[in-house]
């Protein structure tokens, strides 16, 4: 009898540097796969379903949960903006989907202790979401968050 399970997780890296291109924090965390992320993956797989588009950063600290449909608390990335969500770039490779996205200067500011994949730049699925130790982003640095997918 065949038994293969496919089960998808990641993890992503924080950089944060200051004005200078320093690096003030550099840490690597575990993320979770929703349910609806999940949903998302299958309704891909059969040609349906809207790739993932955004990246969106939080301040909530309630910890990830297979049920999650949305970031706690969205952090706006500037004013007039209702939503701390940027367009990531996306590279497909074997086995695994990597995510890219930078949060300039002056966008999202403050203390960040969430983030999440999401298929809309508001509403939409949320592919994945995890929750980390705070990492406050002054206004004139600079947060680039890589994010790994993998279909193990």
Known sequence: MINDKIKPT?????????ANGNIKVQTTVPNLVTTVGKNLIASRLSGTGTAATHMAIGSGSTAANLTDTILVTEIPVSTGITAGRQTLTSTPTTNYVDYACTFEAGRGTGAITEAGILNASTGGVLLCRTVFNSVYKDALDTLTINWRVTIN
Request: hydrophobic letters at 35%; zero cysteines; charged letters at 35%.
């Open 10 to 18: 990641g993890e992503l890296t924080i950089t944060l540097r200051d």
